[in-house]
């Protein structure tokens, strides 16, 4: 009896499943490996407007890719793992992958991990009484002075570089020195637009260097256009400005060369 009771449920959740996803527009896998059950149920909360967010165990989220019938749907299947969720969406999947890089919480780094960056302190004043803190941070090699009572750090130091294996004294300084390097969040594994049919993998949204990239391309479109002699809004001060600098310039000439005629 139990038995067919847990069978009954675990069909239950894969049909419930399954009538979201087929009504949705995206349904995204995403990693909650390493986050904290509380930033989870704020970014949950944080988001239902945009998604619904489902954690199930493994066999019930792949029965519910196959439960789709949809042959473009099961290569999804390979993306799902035990540390994965579901997020079922209305909206089209990249921006929803653009809305939960922003739902990212900082977090200290831990003993074990990876740097996914060099990790530097700062030059400048700290909360740090002197005391065994001084020792731990020369240990770094990083340069210390006293100021009014606190420990200043004298020079910006990379303490962990790229790639390199985070030792417990260098985390113990980083959390001392309030620097979180890490951000926890749900990671975009795979995405499957219901509508579309197709599955994407390299989610991986960064809106900031986006702008950058569009203020550069911007800048270096306006000069090309000068350069060809293109019109538009963007180029037609430029152009008045340039010609009325030209047209003063010959004017000065005209002049000149008059009163030499004349003298």
């Known amino acids: ?55 199930e165990k493994k066999n019930i989220l792949t029965r519910a890719v196959k439960e789709l019938k949809k042959d473009s749907a099961l290569p999804l299947e390979s993306h799902i793992s035990d540390s994965c969720a579901f997020a079922i969406s209305d909206i089209e999947g990249y921006e929803l992958a653009g809305i939960l890089a922003k739902k990212k919480t900082p977090v200290f780094a831990r003993a074990g991990q990876i740097a996914p960056t060099d990790i530097e302190v700062k030059e400048g004043p700290t909360d740090l009484v002197p005391g065994p803190a001084i020792s731990e941070l020369g240990a770094l090699g990083i340069q210390i002075s006293v100021e009014n009572g606190k420990i200043a750090i004298k020079k910006d130091k990379i303490i962990v570089k790229e790639g390199s294996v985070i030792h417990e004294g260098a985390a113990a300084v980083l959390q001392k020195l309030g620097v979180q390097p890490f951000s926890v969040g749900l990671n975009p594994v795979a995405l ?72």
Request: contains cysteine; positive net charge; aromatic residues 6%.
């Open 1 to 55: 009896m139990a038995k067919s009771t847990g069978a009954s449920l675990k069909e239950k959740k894969v049909k419930e499943l399954v009538e979201k996803i087929k009504k949705a527009r995206s349904l995204m896998v995403v990693s909650i490996k390493g986050l904290p059950s509380k930033q989870f149920q704020d970014i949950k909360k944080s988001i239902r407007e945009h998604a619904f967010i489902k954690v």
């Open 192 to 263: 499957y637009d219901v509508k579309e049919e197709k599955i994407y993998t390299d989610l991986k949204i960064d809106s900031d260097a986006v702008i950058a990239n569009l203020k550069n391309s911007a800048a270096r479109s306006l000069g090309f256009a000068q350069k060809i002699v293109y019109v538009c809004k963007e180029t037609i001060g430029y152009f008045l400005a340039k010609a009325n600098m030209e047209a003063k310039a010959i004017e000065t000439k005209t002049q000149l060369n008059s009163q030499g005629g004349t003298a």
